[in-house]
């Protein structure tokens, strides 16, 4: 059974950073494409962030050059940098873990971002 098990939320002020982190319970995470979701009250869930096996990234538009996705595969953990954080941002964050060629999609658990105006 695959695990993904999210942590580093919490609670910041505008213009504050934070960093998440997601460590995958697999021995295949380097074909791994992994990616960053959110869901604000009331909102779908978006897709904030991805980075492929190669470690190609992209981002949506309300984030690019604010939020930045990585990958360790020594440690089998992905990671989303989010820095100038706004109220906007609040939401509780999803990793997503998808091996290539399968198909297989797995979820975290949530990690609770809430900025403060």
């Known amino acids: 059974q695959v695990q993904l098990v999210e942590s580093g939320g919490g609670l910041v002020h505008s213009g504050g950073s934070l960093t998440l982190s997601c460590v995958v319970s697999t021995n295949i995470f380097d074909v791994y494409a992994m990616h960053w979701y959110r869901q604000a009250p009331g909102k779908q869930r978006e897709l904030v962030a991805t980075?492929?096996?190669?470690?190609?990234?992209t981002y949506s538009d309300s984030v690019k050059g604010r939020f930045t996705i990585s990958r360790d595969n020594a440690k089998n953990a992905a990671y989303l940098q989010m820095n100038n954080l706004q109220h906007d941002d609040t939401a509780v964050y999803y990793c997503n873990g998808h091996p290539l060629g399968t198909p297989y999609s797995y979820w975290g658990q949530g990690t609770q971002v809430t900025v403060s105006s």
């Open positions: 980075i492929t096996m190669e470690s190609t990234t």
